[in-house]
């Protein structure tokens, strides 16, 4: 069964530090993964898309890495600011079809 | 700004009531998507159209009924919900098949049913 874990659950920092989040993942065979931001109450944002051959992908203060040997990817924030309080969604495609396994994702708080 | 629209963005609606979910995209998709979420949850799937064709239903209840008149066009008809039906309903589109597989998410309806 296809099955994508993150951690932490919760993370909480102060304005301007940087921050990593895991993401580890059994699916197979592996297609594509992507991180998404979730404000509350809103539908998720793409931030990153990596597939198999990608090793780190930025979206500004956004990096993204996969390690696809062991099957582990971080999403890493740079001098963070308040604005990216919101849950942090780990989604992985398998290469069989076009249903993602998602996350249970990663709330970040960012304090002033 | 979402390129999938969803309306509306609130709805509360009583157990007898009838209401219906619409949502709209015009990238050319022809998966569609409905994802029910829960507070503090990751999205569950809930129906998976492709080429306008249910695909997939995750075992949904009846009282959920999903439609897709057109390819731009994905609906949720909503008849004698639960309480616990109340949750935010997220629309999602994506190419079926030979690229990266991204989903765009709407920004979802907030549904309460009292």
């Known amino acids: 069964k296809n099955q994508v874990e993150q951690s932490p659950q919760s993370l909480i920092i102060l304005e301007g530090k940087n921050c990593t989040l895991q993401?580890?993942?059994?699916?197979?065979?592996?297609?594509?993964l992507r991180w998404y931001k979730q404000d509350t109450g809103r539908g998720p944002v793409s931030l990153t898309i990596m597939t198999f051959s990608e090793n780190t992908k930025s979206n500004g203060r956004y990096t993204a890495t996969l390690d696809a040997d062991t099957k582990q990817s971080s999403l890493h924030i740079t001098a963070s600011q308040l604005s990216d309080s919101a849950s942090y969604i780990c989604?992985?495609?398998?290469?069989?079809?076009?249903?993602?396994?998602f996350g249970r994702g990663t709330s970040l708080i960012v304090h002033p | 700004d979402t390129e999938v629209t969803q309306t509306p963005k609130h709805l509360v609606m009583g157990m007898t009531n009838k209401k219906s979910l619409k949502c709209e995209q015009h990238?050319?998709?022809?998966?569609m998507y409905w994802y029910k979420q829960k507070a503090k949850k990751p999205p569950e799937l809930m129906f998976v159209y492709s080429y306008e064709k249910l695909s997939i239903n995750e075992s949904v209840p009846s009282r959920f009924s999903p439609e897709c008149p057109n390819s731009s066009l994905l609906n949720l008809h909503l008849h004698a919900l639960q309480p616990e039906d109340s949750a935010l309903y997220l629309c999602?589109?994506?190419?079926?098949?030979?690229?990266?597989?991204?989903?765009?998410f709407g920004e979802g309806s907030r549904l309460t049913v009292l």
């Open positions: 990238m050319g998709h022809r998966a």
């Open positions: 993401c580890n993942y059994t699916v197979s065979p592996f297609s594509n």
């Open positions: 989604v992985v495609s398998d290469g069989g079809s076009y249903i993602p396994t």
């Open positions: 999602a589109s994506s190419q079926v098949r030979g690229n990266t597989g991204e989903l765009f």
